[in-house]
């Protein structure tokens, strides 16, 4: 039967195979000595097979402290994890390995196998940046330890990278309060501050130029929502981030619009300062207005104690 269907016999003796393995696992497991389990450890490793090697390094590690061998196993351990893409449990081994043999020939691939590992355990953009910002520092403080190191060149591809991840992640996030500014005052707030941290954080990046003018148009639309008191300022500021744009993207795709912007915030300028002037006025009037009020109380009271003392 197994001749007219090899595909079935195939699968038999490839399940009689696995079973065979993952007895001889077990039973190297229960029964192995520390010698032999290191042996076997190596030779899962070697195999692909990391796993197990995994398994069998944790076992005998802590069986192997003093012993010269123990430094061999960590370091494989950690790469067990590494190739398993377990990058968290790699990345703790790895320095861990470093802290405890600074002076090991393997020392140096350790801190750069760790900052790599925070490296490849890093998120996309849109998530969470806090783990990119310790792989960066776990790969700057990799080149400021070993300048020369043939890991180098990798650290400082994948600070690139990093970097530029952190600078979508800034720009999203100024987009969005920019994009949402319409649901509360702050927001509006918020847009020009994200767009100002941006522009000191990466005065190199691509997007400088359309963020430069989201500046212009935020605090536009900030002074254009605020309360008659503020706008004179924040149009004078609107005035002053287009003056800043213009002269460094006088032909910006973005001219025609930000000149809107700019014709907008001088005529809401001078109507803020009509408006203030017409307070200060009005303050000036009442002013003078109580101060009538009390002289000519006092001049009443003066005239009524004459008559009251002949």
């Keep these: 039967m197994f001749l007219k269907r090899p595909h079935i016999a195939l699968l038999f003796v490839s399940i009689l195979l696995l079973s065979a393995c993952s007895s001889k696992f077990m039973k190297l497991q229960k029964k192995g000595t520390t010698e032999e389990k290191y042996k076997a450890a190596n030779d899962y490793y070697k195999e692909g097979e990391y796993y197990k090697a995994g398994i069998l390094f944790e076992e005998i590690i802590p069986l192997l402290k003093g012993d010269s061998l123990a430094e061999n196993a ?52 849109n998530l969470d940046q806090s783990s990119t910002l310790t792989a960066i520092d776990a790969l700057q403080t990799f080149i400021n330890s070993y300048p020369t190191s043939k890991y180098a ?57 359309e963020l430069s003018f989201l500046k212009v148009q935020s605090q536009y639309d900030l002074a254009l929502v605020s309360f008659e008191n503020k706008q004179r300022e924040r149009f004078s500021d609107a005035l002053k981030f287009y003056e800043d744009f213009i002269d460094k993207y006088p032909k910006s795709k973005y001219l025609k619009q930000a000149e809107k912007v700019y014709d907008g915030a001088t005529k809401g300028l001078e109507k803020a300062v009509k408006y203030e002037q017409e307070v200060k006025e009005l303050k000036a009037k009442e002013a003078a207005r109580v101060a009538k009020e009390k002289e000519d ?13 002949p």
């Design 153 to 209: 060149e990798s650290c400082n591809q994948d600070l690139r990278d990093l970097r530029h991840r952190l600078e979508e992640k800034a720009y999203e996030k100024a987009k969005l309060y920019y994009k949402t500014s319409g649901v509360t005052i702050a927001n509006f707030k918020a847009a020009v501050v994200a767009i100002d941290n941006f522009q000191k954080d990466f005065p190199d990046s691509e997007y400088i130029e």
């Design 74 to 125: 960590q370091f494989y351990n950690a790469y067990a994890q590494y190739k398993q893409k377990q990058y968290s449990m790699s990345a703790y081994l790895f320095k861990s390995f470093y802290a405890t043999y600074a002076n090991s020939p393997m020392a140096e691939e350790a801190f750069y196998m760790y900052a790599n590992s925070m490296f490849k355990d890093s998120p996309n953009y």
């Design 297 to 309: 109380a006092a001049a009443k009271k003066e005239e009524k104690s004459g008559k009251s003392n």
